[in-house]
Nanobody
């Protein structure tokens, strides 16, 4: 299983970025996908999660209304559209998948996820 995250970069506050997560080696439409972020010295923080079909999503309070998670199962790719970026959004962003698939409560803990991408740096300047 491989997850390749991309799309990070340097952007000014108020700007937008779209992250992508390309998956291979698994049946992408059968896994829940999440995005996390981490800054040095802190634990990995949940950002957003999307169900296998894309019909259900859940966001951290800090990004709700600004970020949108989505997926294209035909392309084996997930996305995180980030708008109205703030300096405090600066972090390394990771995508991850949970192979359990369907669950009533979408997973929000890092330990719930089985595979992780390598991370992509997002830097928001003031």
């Amino acid at each position: 299983v491989q997850l390749q995250a991309s799309g990070g970069g340097l952007v000014q506050a108020g700007g937008s970025l779209r992250l992508s997560c390309a998956a291979s080696g698994l049946t992408f439409g059968s896994v829940v996908m999440g995005w996390f972020r981490q800054v040095p010295g802190k634990e990995r923080e949940f950002v957003a999660v999307i169900s296998t079909s894309g019909g259900r999503t859940y966001y951290a309070a800090s990004v709700k209304g600004r970020f949108t998670i989505s997926r294209d199962n035909a392309k084996n790719t997930g996305y995180l559209q980030m708008n109205s970026l703030k300096v405090e959004d600066t972090a390394v962003y990771y995508c991850a998948v949970d192979q359990r698939g369907y669950s009533i409560a979408l997973p929000r803990g890092a330990s719930d996820y089985d595979y992780w991408g390598q991370g992509t740096q997002v830097t928001v300047s003031s």
